[in-house]
């Protein structure tokens, strides 16, 4: 089995307040040492891992980032940082400068406000445009994660026309999921379509960015009526295909996932390999076979927290259809 991503969650600390998150305003002191990343590094590359991307907590408050990003390029290895973004106006250079390939950051609205609401950030709408041009200015491949749900899904065209001009590459618009049914009305249902007829359909002979996989509220309307009415989020068709490439590492609780999204379900922690610490950090073994196994099989019918682009990647390989770098 071929190893191909591996996420590593390397604080909890965050600058920014988002309503859906966990982490939001934490100022948890914990921080990943670049003693243990380089450890994790080893293995990762003895492995085959071709991406390395870190996430958080706001990965850009760490200070030995650049460090890391470096370490990384030194082995031959891509990576990526998913942010908030509003650090990436002053670290962009630096971390273009070091070896970074992508940059990730989220954006739920087209309007300022509304976004720097949703986020809880003050100016954080501003600061992420600003980034994303700083970046792609130095080299650094654009992407983008978008929340969606009732709250914002008929200003998706209008961010769909911005990330294209800003030349963004890759636009993952996943669900938001809330372990309940979502708020959405009548005639939210009814204007649904063509939101998604916009999105979907149209944006490819318009030159628009698509956004990858799977619909956000579901491709059938089996996958539309749990979603809507309760909260489910699409999932793979058939076997999840995540599972063979993907390792997610919580680096605080020294907690291995099969999935970048499994760490956030309930009772996470039961579908983990512990380490005691990174001195036995691996990314195979029989505890972790027996977890990629049940979720490669099982995943499609009992996870609720599979994303847009997790759902498509799964079906594309199923089908045998190529996917393009950093799909995933």
């Known amino acids: 089995m071929s190893i191909e991503f591996l996420f590593i969650r390397l604080l909890e600390a965050c600058n920014a307040g988002c309503f859906m998150c966990s982490f939001a305003n934490s100022r948890d002191p914990y921080r990943l040492s670049v003693a243990e990343f380089d450890q994790i590094l080893s293995v990762a590359q003895a492995d085959g891992v071709k991406y390395v991307r870190f996430t958080g907590g706001e990965p850009l408050l760490h200070r030995d980032m650049l460090t890391f990003v470096q370490m990384i390029h030194d082995r031959g290895i891509q990576s990526s940082i998913i942010t908030n973004g509003a650090l990436l106006p002053k670290k ?22 509304e976004n720097d609401k949703l986020r809880g950030l003050q100016r954080g709408y501003e600061l992420c445009i600003q980034g994303l041009l700083e970046a792609r200015a130095h080299g650094i491949r654009l992407r983008v994660n978008t929340v969606c749900g009732p709250h914002n899904f008929r200003d998706m065209p209008r961010l769909q026309r911005i990330l294209t001009d800003l030349g963004v590459e890759q636009w993952e618009m996943s669900t938001l999921k809330l372990e309940r049914p979502l708020d959405y009305t009548a005639q939210d249902i009814e204007e649904i379509p063509a939101v998604v007829q916009q999105l979907y359909v149209e944006a490819p002979g318009q030159g628009l960015l698509v956004p990858l996989g799977k619909i956000w509220c579901g491709n059938t309307p089996a996958e539309q009526e749990r979603y809507f009415s309760d909260g489910i989020a699409p999932r793979p068709d058939d076997r999840c295909h995540v599972v063979n490439k993907v390792r997610y590492l919580d680096a605080k609780e020294k907690r291995l996932y099969g999935c970048s999204l499994i760490p956030h379900r309930p009772e996470a922690e ?7 610490s990174y001195d036995s950090f691996r990314l195979h073994d029989e505890t972790m076979e027996k ?3 049940f979720f490669r ?4 019918n009992v996870c609720t927290g599979c994303s847009s682009t997790a759902s498509g990647c799964s079906n594309l390989i199923n089908t045998h259809e190529p996917l393009g770098e950093w799909f995933y």
């Open 291 to 293: 977890q990629v196994s």
């Open 270 to 276: 039961k579908h983990a390999l512990q380490f005691a």
């Open 297 to 300: 099989t099982e995943g499609p």
């Open 92 to 113: 962009a250079a630096a971390l273009a400068a070091h070896g970074l390939n992508q940059i990730i950051v989220s954006i739920d609205s087209p309007i300022p406000e």
